[in-house]
Nanobody, 117 residues
Framework: QVQLVESGGGLVQPGESLRLSCAFSGAKFSVYHMEWYRQAPGKQRELVAAITLDNITYYSASEKGRFTISRDNVKKTVDLQMNSLKPEDTAVYYC???????????WGKGTLVTISS
């Protein structure tokens, strides 16, 4: 029932910015923690940022200060603003919704972000 659709990926140069969006549908958005993960070729999928039901945020150390996660409980979206992008940020970025009451999760199909000169 839950559907997640990521958008905003693309090709940018180092130092530039990109904003990813995740559209949520099919369930009550307010009972889900929302998270962004990324996975580069040959690498494990890793958590980038997370935001709780009540807007508490978490960032991986390498992203803190560059990335900002936010949610809009009316639009039922979660965004990831990425600034000062580096080549090592290149990956497929996935949106995840975690239901804190049912302990279930759903994933989007991902959006590719490439940082290259």
């Amino acid at each position: 029932q839950v559907q997640l659709v990521e958008s905003g990926g693309g090709l940018v140069q180092p130092g530039e910015s990109l904003r990813l969006s995740c559209a949520f549908s099919g369930a009550k958005f307010s009972v889900y923690h929302m998270e962004w993960y990324r996975q580069a070729p040959g690498k494990q999928r890793e958590l980038v940022a997370a935001i709780t039901l009540d807007n508490i945020t978490y960032y991986s150390a390498s992203e803190k200060g560059r990335f900002t996660i936010s949610r809009d409980n009316v639009k039922k979206t979660v965004d990831l603003q990425m600034n000062s992008l580096k080549p090592e940020d290149t990956a497929v970025y996935y949106c995840k919704a975690f239901n804190v009451y049912e302990n279930t999760e759903n994933w989007g199909k991902g959006t590719l972000v490439t940082i290259s000169s």
